[in-house]
C-alpha cells in the first residue's frame, strides 16, 4: 500500500512538473503576439522615414539577442523547477527556491521588453507614438477582455 502512494505521488509531482514547463513556455511566448502587432504597426502603418528604420532596426537587434538569452533562462529554470518537483515529491524548499527563479526570469524578460518598447517609441513622432500607444495598451489588455 505505501509503494502505492509513493508511485501515485511521483506521478503526481511528475505531472505538476510538467504543467510547469508548459505553463513557463506559454507565459514566454505570450509577449510574442503583441510583438507581431506592434512590427506590423512599425512598418506597414506608421510611415516610417529611413532614419527610424534604421534606429528600430538597431532597437530590435538588440533586444531580439537579449531576449533568447532570457528565454533560455526561463527554459534553465523550468527544468530545475522540475528537478526539484521531482526530487522533493512536494512544496518543499528546492521548489520554493525553483519558482522564485523562475518569477524573476519572467520579471527580467517583462522589464527589458517594456524598456525595449520605450526605447522604440522615441524614435516616433508624436502621431506615431500614439498609434504605438494605443497598440501596446490594446497587446496588453487583450486577455483581459
Request: net charge positive; glycine share 4%; hydrophobic share 50%.
Given at each position: 500500500?505505501?509503494?502505492r502512494?509513493l508511485?501515485?505521488f511521483?506521478?503526481v509531482a511528475?505531472i505538476?512538473?510538467?504543467?510547469?514547463?508548459?505553463?513557463?513556455?506559454?507565459?514566454?511566448e505570450?509577449?510574442?503576439?503583441?510583438e507581431t502587432e506592434l512590427?506590423?504597426l512599425?512598418?506597414?502603418?506608421?510611415?516610417?522615414?529611413p532614419?527610424?528604420?534604421v534606429?528600430l532596426?538597431?532597437i530590435?537587434a538588440?533586444?531580439a539577442?537579449r531576449?533568447?538569452?532570457l528565454?533560455?533562462?526561463?527554459?534553465a529554470?523550468?527544468?530545475r523547477l522540475?528537478q526539484a518537483?521531482?526530487a522533493e515529491?512536494g512544496?518543499?524548499?528546492?521548489?520554493t527556491?525553483?519558482?522564485d527563479e523562475?518569477?524573476?526570469v519572467?520579471g527580467?524578460l517583462?522589464k527589458?521588453?517594456?524598456q525595449?518598447?520605450?526605447?522604440?517609441?522615441?524614435?516616433l513622432?508624436r502621431?506615431?507614438?500614439?498609434?504605438?500607444?494605443?497598440?501596446?495598451?490594446?497587446?496588453?489588455?487583450?486577455?483581459?477582455?
Amino acid at each position: 500500500m505505501a509503494s502505492r502512494r509513493l508511485v501515485l505521488f511521483g506521478l503526481v509531482a511528475f505531472i505538476a512538473a510538467l504543467a510547469g514547463v508548459l505553463a513557463g513556455r506559454l507565459i514566454v511566448e505570450t509577449p510574442r503576439a503583441s510583438e507581431t502587432e506592434l512590427h506590423s504597426l512599425l512598418h506597414s502603418q506608421l510611415k516610417l522615414s529611413p532614419a527610424q528604420k534604421v534606429k528600430l532596426d538597431r532597437i530590435e537587434a538588440k533586444f531580439a539577442l537579449r531576449r533568447d538569452a532570457l528565454e533560455l533562462d526561463m527554459r534553465a529554470a523550468n527544468i530545475r523547477l522540475a528537478q526539484a518537483i521531482e526530487a522533493e515529491h512536494g512544496y518543499g524548499p528546492r521548489v520554493t527556491e525553483a519558482i522564485d527563479e523562475t518569477h524573476r526570469v519572467m520579471g527580467e524578460l517583462q522589464k527589458e521588453t517594456l524598456q525595449h518598447l520605450f526605447a522604440m517609441r522615441v524614435v516616433l513622432d508624436r502621431e506615431q507614438a500614439a498609434m504605438f500607444d494605443k497598440t501596446v495598451v490594446k497587446a496588453l489588455t487583450a486577455d483581459a477582455r
